[in-house]
């Protein structure tokens, strides 16, 4: 069992200095925990501001010997920063180190406690607080429900807190744990809060308030109009046990509040339930008491932060720029608001189901930690689902998903408090697999919004969309990043909309969108090969915010795997012309890509005579060279490119663009990576030949190239290159100098760094076609133990494989194997499974091929014998079923040796 299985990756003194993980619904706001037991970056406003911090919300514990009244009290946060003696020097681009001034002086004025460890596994965060005079263990862990399919639960605005105290001491004790929590009703996300004083406070009260088993307090503002953009509320309470002595109250005056806390374990006075005067707020106070805890006992106490703040309105200067005309609304919602009226209801739902959202959440972040691939990919891939909780991603109140690259922060000059980029990039977006695989009716909204809203009538797809959607579309507009609309990204949503076609198994909505897809296909056709050449010529705007010509694998994979995946959607519709045509223009574009770009090393970009190779790379080594084959690696589509060159071409990026020490090499415009670290470049020019005006950002580390690679290489057999490249990126994203939970790019929690789960693919071989009912597994780590966690659009879970080879001491031992599918949520319907087999263990199951497969192999599903066929072919064992199966609970292949 790793340390990850038992407590999560570890961040403890200089190693959590910039460690911030970010809590909250998907697509509903979200507030950052830290290592010191703080609450930072509130950003549940509607507004992106990484700085964002409420004073005055905090924890705190006292202990008090019964006998002798000897009382220790510490606020739960670690006194020191470790920066401060450490030498500390940030990262560039980077402002997740640091620490808001009223928290210094916050830890500066009360007692605490001596230092804390932060155990983190995205959505867990564990933190220990140690104090030698404390005689309590106290741990804290904080989460908000995350689990794979179920978008309500998923999206709940709310934090819950769970606190663990053990008398690790000989005495009874009387135990007193103080929650505080500022009302920041009023707040606009950005306006300098002091102490309780903002301009954006007055009229701020708190109610008492008792949701099923939950009492606490509401936090309401009665200034604010009830349309107002900044109107809302907030549920601050506390989980009512049979143990537990609840005491409430408001308070303005950390000094009294404190002194009553410390000397007494009491409150003070609750002043009169009124609203605050213009420009200031009130803070509430719960206490919770346990009057004997006895040597070596434990006990739980657990609090819950939720918040309902609906008015979300477009605040972000679109792009490309459009004034949203007078009479026309810019509001756009929140989807939680559908569900919930106010922050005390999503307390209700939270209480009446406490248990089992813990249980589920527990249960995805289990099967992750606990399978047998390696640290760093589960590290990484976890830790990025946090994207979708920061202030990128947003579920609006018409049921779609939204995203912008990132949230500007330090490493955008050109804008601040909004998202950056907005919005739903098409080409950005390319590189995201996790949203797809982990809440795959959320990513289907967003191919419905390019295909129904975006995409214009001669079926050009804009890669920007703007909100709200009955504004004119941006079509026949130049729009920035790229100028025009950019050609990865319409064919990335070709291979966006077969992905979730296969994940989902539904043909209606397939259907529904064939229509305008084939509308888009078109399009494409008829502009980008109009000759039926099968290659791409001429300009190709592209996620380099620019666009290129000529012929280059960059775009030229993408359009290939596209041209399958188009081929594979017309058999599904039986548009046996549009099947035909693709599957010509495929064949001879990839003998013509590979024929013309293939170096002997790697694939150039040629442009043609005439053609600019401004923003190009020419004989340059590009990273992102084979975008496509990572997609057709990830769909099934098949070689689109000869193996053998994408191999070798793999080889030449880890040994031209990979660098273990960045010292010497200038990047610009921005630096991802200090000398002292490593990374991969986007582009070099290992034989010269650089342009005098070469790709944009070629001289970059991004992390979402980085991961693609990775996962790449795992695929195509370069495990250990893979592993590699993720533990170079990991060494970078620390904690030491960054956040794990925030790798930037253009702006901070970038959408890119979600090609992340790629790598989780890659080494599980893992593949569902929901419409054949075929599943696939090629374990690439650890094959002879192996376990994984995968998801489907119907139900997720983890697999298992072992391989057995007999004891030594057995007379004549005989290897054993068994392979399991156990389903956490929803089902699995199967008619095919098909498990690669490696040359070890093709010789182990060679020795029952005499005995007939069928003799050999028993499967058994829910505890019931199910007939099987089996067949050993080209290292790929096939079991199929006479007729669909569905899996509910689990699946079990025994094989059995005679």
């Not at 094959?783 to 983890?798: C, K, N, V, Y």
Request: hydrophobic share 35%; aromatic share 12%; proline share 6%.
């Amino acid at each position: 069992m790793t340390d990850a299985v038992k407590t999560g990756f570890k961040y403890a003194g200089k190693s959590a200095l910039a460690v911030a993980m970010p809590m909250g619904g998907v697509g509903a706001g979200s507030i950052a925990i830290c290592p010191d037991g703080s609450l930072r970056q509130w950003q549940i406003f509607n507004l992106v501001n990484h700085n964002a911090y409420i004073p005055h919300s905090f924890f705190a514990l006292r202990c008090e010997e019964t006998e002798t009244h000897r009382s220790v009290v510490r606020c739960l946060l670690q006194k020191r920063n470790p920066a401060d003696d450490s030498g500390f020097t940030p990262a560039p681009l980077v402002t997740d180190h640091i620490v808001p001034e009223q928290l210094s002086n916050l830890k500066q004025q009360l007692p605490c406690v001596t230092r804390t460890e932060f155990y983190g596994f995205y959505p867990f965060a564990r933190i220990l607080f140690l104090d030698e005079e404390l005689p309590l263990s106290v741990e804290l862990e904080a989460f908000s429900p995350l689990i794979p399919l179920d978008t309500k639960n998923s999206a709940l605005p709310c934090i819950i807190f769970r606190f663990s105290l053990k008398n690790r001491s000989a005495k009874y004790l009387i135990c007193s744990l103080l929650g505080t929590m500022q009302n920041a009703v009023g707040y606009d996300g950005h306006t300098p809060i002091d102490g309780v004083y903002s301009p954006c406070y007055g009229g701020n009260f708190n109610e008492q308030a008792e949701r099923q088993g939950f009492i606490g307090v509401m936090m309401k503002n009665n200034a604010l109009s009830p349309d107002d953009i900044r109107q809302g509320n907030m549920f601050w309470g506390v989980w009512q046990e049979d143990i537990l002595k609840i005491r409430l109250t408001s308070w303005d005056n950390l000094a009294e509040l404190w002194r009553d806390f410390a000397n007494s374990g009491s409150l003070p006075e609750t002043p009169p339930l009124m609203p605050t005067p213009r420009g200031k707020s009130v803070n509430s106070a719960i206490l919770a008491t346990i009057d004997s805890l006895e040597p070596h006992q434990s006990t739980e106490v657990w609090f819950l932060l939720s918040w309902y703040f609906p008015h979300r309105y477009v605040n972000w200067e679109q792009i490309p720029v459009v004034d949203i005309p007078s009479g026309v609304s810019s509001y756009l919602g929140n989807y939680y608001a559908t569900w919930f009226n106010d922050a005390g209801e999503v307390a209700e739902y939270v209480a009446r189901n406490k248990a089992e959202l813990r249980e589920s959440t527990r249960d995805f972040q289990r099967r992750m930690s606990s399978s047998s691939l390696p640290d760093v990919a589960k590290e990484r891939a976890s830790a990025q689902i946090s994207v979708l909780r920061s202030p990128t991603c947003f579920w609006a109140g018409d049921g779609n998903f939204y995203g912008f690259e990132g949230c500007c922060g330090a490493s955008t000059e050109h804008c601040q408090l909004q998202g950056c980029c907005p919005l739903n990039c098409t080409h950005v977006w390319n590189y995201e697999m996790t949203l797809a695989y982990l809440f795959p009716s959320l990513e289907r909204t967003m191919r419905e919004v390019e295909l129904l809203h975006q995409l214009d009538p001669k079926g050009e797809l804009p890669h920007r969309v703007i909100l709200p959607l009955t504004l004119p579309r941006p079509w026949d507009t130049d729009i920035g990043g790229p100028l025009h609309c950019a050609l990865d990204g319409m064919l990335g949503t070709i291979l966006k909309t077969y992905r979730e076609v296969i994940i989902s198994g539904d043909r209606n909505w397939l259907e529904s969108l064939w229509s305008p897809l084939t509308r888009l296909i078109r399009f494409i056709f008829t502009k980008f090969d109009p000759h039926k050449k099968g290659v791409i010529e001429g300009e190709q705007p592209n996620t380099y915010d620019t666009s290129i010509y000529g012929l280059n694998t960059f775009i030229g994979s993408l359009w290939l795997a596209g041209l399958r995946a188009v081929e594979e959607m017309a058999k599904l519709m039986n548009d046996h012309n549009l099947a035909e045509d693709s599957r010509s223009r495929f064949e001879k574009g990839r003998e013509h890509y590979d024929t013309e770009l293939w170096n002997g090393e790697y694939y150039e970009h040629h442009p043609l005579p005439g053609q600019s190779l401004t923003h190009g790379w020419g004989k340059g080594c590009h990273s992102d060279q084979l975008l496509g084959v990572w997609w057709a690696r990830l769909l099934r589509l098949g070689d689109i490119l000869p193996p053998e060159h994408v191999r070798q071409a793999l080889l030449s990026i880890l040994r031209y663009n990979f660098k273990p020490s960045l010292l010497g090499v200038e990047q610009s415009p921005r630096v991802f990576a200090t000398e002292d670290e490593g990374g991969l470049l986007n582009c070099t020019w290992p034989h010269g030949g650089r342009p005098e005006t070469p790709v944009l950002y070629c001289d970059e580390v991004w992390t979402g190239i980085e991961y693609e690679v990775s996962a790449l290489c795992i695929f195509e057999g370069l495990l250990e290159e893979g592993i590699k490249i993720l533990e170079t990126l990991h060494r970078r994203y620390n904690g030491t100098r960054r956040n794990p939970y925030n790798e930037i790019e253009c702006g901070d929690h970038y959408v890119r760094a979600l090609a992340s789960w790629s790598v989780i693919l890659a080494l599980s071989g893992f593949f569902y076609n929901a419409l054949s009912r075929e599943i696939y597994f090629q374990p690439r780590w650890s094959e002879e133990s192996f376990s994984a966690q995968f998801t489907t659009g119907s139900g997720w879970g983890s697999v298992q494989q072992t391989l057995h080879w007999g004891g030594q001491t057995t007379p004549n031992p005989q290897p054993s194997y068994s392979f399991a599918i156990d389903i956490s949520q929803g089902s699995l319907l199967l008619e095919t499974i098909h498990i690669f087999v490696s040359k070890k263990m093709t010789k182990v199951f060679a020795t029952g091929l005499h005995q007939g497969l069928q003799n050999t192999f028993e499967c058994l599903v829910d505890g019931e014998k199910q007939a099987i066929s089996c067949r050993l072919e080209n290292n790929w064992l096939t079991i199929d079923f006479p007729h669909p199966i569905s899996v509910i609970r689990n699946l079990k292949i025994l094989a059995h040796f005679k």
